[in-house]
């Protein structure tokens, strides 16, 4: 069976995001078992962003993507491919979403693909619903449920 994590740092608080991340997840056990895994996030300071990535690089196994602003932009269909065709690689992928202070050069460099969901600015919180519902909708696309249209 195929494994998805979503490896993130910090926690949401918010219930109505905990709620649609959790709808996504479980919607995702349709074609994989799917998985949240947090890293507690540092307090404010130059070392908290090292010491966010050095959490992320000892937890990163598998295939790894990262989101990240200096990623590729994809479309949804190209994201569903690249999804597709890391599961040829490894049957663990993780989805690596970074602090607020974002992930150092280390974490770029040890991530199998790096995407970027665009050149504006998300709230790390908001962008694990956001990516949680793009990974559903990859496994959507590849299945050719109506989901995606």
Request: net charge positive.
């Amino acid at each position: 069976m195929k494994k998805l994590e979503l490896l993130c740092v910090g926690r949401i608080k918010e219930e109505y995001l905990r709620s649609g991340i959790d709808e996504y997840i479980k919607r995702l056990g349709r074609y994989c078992a799917a998985s949240v895994r947090e890293i507690p996030d540092r307090p404010d300071g130059e070392r908290a962003a090292k010491e966010e990535s050095a959490d992320i690089l000892a937890a990163a196994g598998g295939y790894v993507i990262l989101a990240d602003l200096r990623g590729r932009q994809l479309t949804s269909e190209e994201f569903a491919d690249a999804l597709d065709r890391a599961y040829l690689r490894s049957d663990r992928v993780q989805f690596i979403i970074g602090g607020s202070r974002g992930v150092t050069d280390e974490v770029r460099n040890r991530a199998d693909l790096v995407v970027s969901f665009g050149k504006m600015t998300y709230p790390h919180k908001l962008m694990r619903l956001i990516a949680a519902e793009q990974l559903y909708r990859a496994f959507a696309i590849t299945a050719g449920t109506a989901y995606h249209k």
